[in-house]
């Protein structure tokens, strides 16, 4: 049995730390890439440090023609989401920055694999679901998120622009019997535009913000707070601190909560099992969970390079299953289809539709109409029941 009385911890970062800004600049490639061609090949990775952005990686398209243009655009799509997310900084600014742009035609020895419908790699990817929030998401990570992602709100709308982009929020949360019921301490580093603003000034303008999102139950006279805990925090993004695509991969998914394959996601198309089996594995999961055959689920697959189907596919439902944990291994096997195009194909995936996740987590969002977060939906909960 696992511990039911314990504290745990999970941070989440800005869309304007230097590792997103990364992210978003390798999935806002994507999507351009997709856009124009929804069988689009990209493995697009981003460095950024003061005044100066760097993309490479490899990329395909069916006409050649189509992909000299598409090479031409790249600079203006970079600096359109630096733009976006709010740096006019004297040494990271969305106008002057340099954009180097070394992205090359995609490996025919990896194409080879893929066009036969086997999976771009090698790989396991994990799934999880827990049924602590509404979300079906582990509260600590879901809640750092939603912090950070209403302080962004505020600073884009106006209502505090004294706020910069760059930011990092951490919870650690009391667990009673396995479930949420305070929490222990809150730390909360955001970059601000006036000098003169002390660590108290800053709890003053973020913390009504923080009360807001974070449950009232929660949050009490022990919680510790610590905002701004070195002092000022002027210079921010890569101007502070280089950034790189694909190094906040726990913050990307649970927050630690549970295991993590190892593979970022962000600037990698859908045929790439990295990103679209975790899809599967968290949209299993999460279905898993929703039907009431566990309280918490971790559900793992495996792929090899030019297989198409999954080596291996484990559940484990921590002691909290109603259902024996292989009829769920195979009733997951018979509802959905997890080749890479099988997973491509049930979850909508060839779509411009990857931006929005490089920030604020890539789980525990609400399914959106033009097929975004489709991985969240709880539409197989009846047939799991009936394979089950």
């Keep these: ?37 929804p ?8 460095f950024a440090t003061s005044g100066m952005v760097v993309i490479g990686g490899e990329v395909g398209l069916s006409d050649e023609e189509r992909l000299k243009v598409m090479m031409g655009s790249i600079g203006q799509i970079a600096r359109d989401c630096i733009r976006d997310i709010g740096y006019e900084q004297e040494q990271f600014h969305w106008n002057t920055c340099r954009v180097m742009n070394f992205l090359h035609e995609q490996s025919a020895h990896i194409a080879q694999g893929v ?28 809640y750092s998120h939603a912090i950070l992602k209403r302080l962004a709100e505020v600073r884009k709308n106006g209502t505090e622009p004294t706020l910069g982009p760059d930011a990092k929020s951490q919870l650690s949360l009391r667990y009673e019997d396995g479930k949420p019921v305070e929490v222990t301490s809150i730390v909360l580093s955001t970059q601000h535009l006036d000098e003169d603003m002390t660590s108290d000034d800053v709890r003053a303008v973020v913390e009504p913000y923080i009360r807001e999102v974070v449950p009232t139950e929660w949050i009490n006279g022990g919680t510790e707070w610590h905002v701004n805990p070195t002092g000022k925090f002027v210079i921010g993004g890569p101007d502070g601190d280089a950034g790189l695509t694909g190094r906040k991969i726990i913050v990307d998914t649970y927050g630690g909560a549970a295991p993590h394959g190892g593979g970022a996601f962000s600037g990698k198309d859908p045929t790439k ?90 789980f525990g969002r609400a399914p959106e109409a033009d097929g975004g977060f489709s991985w969240e939906k709880v539409d197989l909960v009846e047939a799991l029941k009936k394979a089950v």
Excluded: W
């Design 115 to 142: 066009d036969r419908d086997g999976a771009g790699d090698q790989g396991i990817m994990f799934g999880y679901a827990v049924n602590e929030t509404p979300e079906l998401m582990p509260a600590p990570i879901q």
């Design 1 to 37: 049995m696992s511990r039911q009385n314990y504290t745990f911890t999970s941070e989440s970062v800005s869309e304007g730390h230097p590792d997103k800004v990364c992210d978003r600049i390798s999935d806002a490639v994507l999507d351009a890439f997709l856009t124009e061609e």
């Design 273 to 362: 099992v990295d990103r679209s089996a975790a899809y599967a594995a968290r949209y299993l999961a999460k279905n898993i969970v929703a039907a009431g055959m566990a309280e918490r689920c971790t559900l793992q697959l495996s792929y090899a390079i030019g297989v198409a189907k999954p080596l291996s596919i484990y559940v484990d439902t921590h002691g909290t299953g109603e259902v024996d944990e292989a009829g769920i291994e195979r009733a997951v096997a018979q509802v959905m289809d997890l080749t890479p195009r099988g997973i491509r194909e049930h979850l909508g995936l060839n779509k411009p539709i990857f931006q929005r996740t490089a920030a604020y987590g890539h």
């Design 39 to 46: 069988n689009a090949r990209v493995a697009c990775e981003t």
